[in-house]
């Protein structure tokens, strides 16, 4: 299961509509749910994005993956109006914290780094990046309860930090918008359920044939992560693999890059 955040009900109302969601009364927070996703509404600002965040995640059992979805600011001279971008890094205006989203795959969408401020900014404050209000409280707070590969964040461009918003315009465009990103949201639903059910059988197996450090056990498992979302056969990875570890390091660690090989090649 994955969660979804936005801040406002007008970035929720296209995105429950697209992926079939049901409201769910009686809630802290507004919220809209099918067998796989579940959304909430945070309300504005970096604290109640954080509030909500951590509510859902101890609220919801099962939860993989944590997705901020939402409306951003950007100069003309950064980044195009009416476009998604992913972002890849989330600096923290008021406390200068930055944060990094560890992505496993590509999702083929425009990158960005994205400030989180604790005002409305309507002039270009000189960000080489997209702005907005709730992203560093998102993060921080799933970040509590999940690894950095399983956060991400998706902004989408509306203002252009003049001062002046058409939201009947910026409305239209934005629905149209949502359509393209269900397919995405999609993608990132299956690889979590993936991660979820076989990913912990396909390590275990692994690990019985090959013995790894901590360190070797986190490459690993970004890589198998990595690989399945290409595409790749899990059981060809069981085939590059003896069935037993070998009984020498000099050995060991061969085998260890002949797997790095087969699974980032």
Request: a neutral charge; proline letters at 5%.
């Amino acid at each position: 299961m994955i969660l979804i955040t936005t801040a406002l009900m007008i970035e929720a109302q296209p995105l429950k509509a697209e992926l079939d969601l049901a409201v769910i009364a009686g809630e802290s927070f507004p919220v809209f749910k099918n067998d796989e996703i579940i959304m909430v509404v945070t309300g504005t600002g970096a604290a109640r994005a954080a509030a909500a965040t951590g509510w859902a995640l101890g609220r919801f059992a099962g939860i993989m993956a944590a997705v901020n979805i939402g409306f951003a600011g950007a100069s003309e001279r950064v980044a195009d109006l009416n476009k998604w971008y992913c972002i890849n890094s989330i600096r923290d205006e008021s406390t200068g914290r930055c944060h990094i989203p560890d992505r496993l795959w590509d999702f083929h969408i425009e990158e960005s780094p994205l400030l989180t401020v604790g005002k409305v900014v309507s002039t270009d404050n000189g960000w080489d990046g997209l702005i907005d209000m709730e992203g560093s409280g998102f993060y921080e707070a799933a970040r509590q309860i999940l690894s950095p590969d399983r956060i991400v964040l998706f902004k989408w461009v509306s203002d252009p930090l003049t001062g002046r918003i058409d939201l009947d315009e910026t409305k239209k465009h934005f629905n149209q918008a949502v359509r393209k990103l269900v397919p995405v949201i999609i993608s990132i639903k299956e690889a979590s359920l993936w991660i979820e059910q076989s990913e912990p059988v396909l390590l275990g197996q692994i690990r019985e044939r090959i013995r790894l450090t901590k360190t070797q056990q986190q490459y690993l498992r970004k890589w198998v992560i990595g690989y399945v979302k290409r595409g790749g056969d899990p059981e060809i990875i069981l085939k590059v693999l003896p069935d037993k570890p070998p009984g020498k390091k000099p050995d060991n660690n061969r085998l260890f890059e002949d797997l790095k090989n087969a699974l980032k090649g």
